[in-house]
């Protein structure tokens, strides 16, 4: 870390304060360089997310059947076309549906919400066609609930972010 400081032309004297993840490596890492450093709030909201509702076993399977189905109309331009055509026949926007990405769990929230507003256009489609995974109708109850649970959460963690950026201006 004090190379990277070196290698930007930081002095070490001016360096405050360090905004870092709560990795154990990163904040001994501050510790050897002897600065003060704070761990990052929306990564700390990113942690209990997962941890506290992305790790159960009930929203695990939902949201692997969830990327069977956005992953199936992401790799077969017949199926999005057809969900195309559906989404135009029940007057809905035309929007596609959008993949998670295991990293980021508000990608999830995002698929999540993509999967609940085309529900109707999935719901004819998987009359008409075979999708890689059906939802039941409890998950797509829970699919509902936890986008209701992730929202605040997106809502901080955009918060966050945004006030960091302005500070940093």
């Known amino acids: ?89 029940l007057n809905m926007d035309i929007k596609r549906l959008q993949q998670d990405v295991q990293t980021r769990w508000n990608s999830s929230l995002y698929m999540l919400q993509s999967l609940l507003q085309q529900k109707r256009a999935l719901s004819v489609f998987a009359a008409e066609r075979t999708l890689p995974a059906t939802l039941t109708a409890h998950q797509w109850e829970l699919m509902n609930k936890t986008a209701d649970v992730l929202s605040p959460f997106e809502e901080l963690t955009r918060d966050v972010s945004r006030r960091l950026q302005l500070q940093l201006m």
């Open 1 to 89: 870390m004090e190379k990277m400081l070196n290698n930007w032309g930081i002095d070490k004297q001016r360096v405050h304060v360090i905004l870092r993840d709560n990795a154990a490596n990163m904040k001994k890492a501050m510790r050897d360089m002897e600065v003060q450093s704070v761990g990052c709030v929306a990564h700390s909201c990113q942690l209990c997310v997962h941890e506290g509702l992305l790790s159960q076993r009930s929203v695990t399977e939902t949201l692997a059947n969830t990327r069977k189905i956005v992953g199936h109309f992401k790799h077969s331009p017949l199926a999005y076309s057809r969900l195309e055509d559906i989404q135009m026949n």
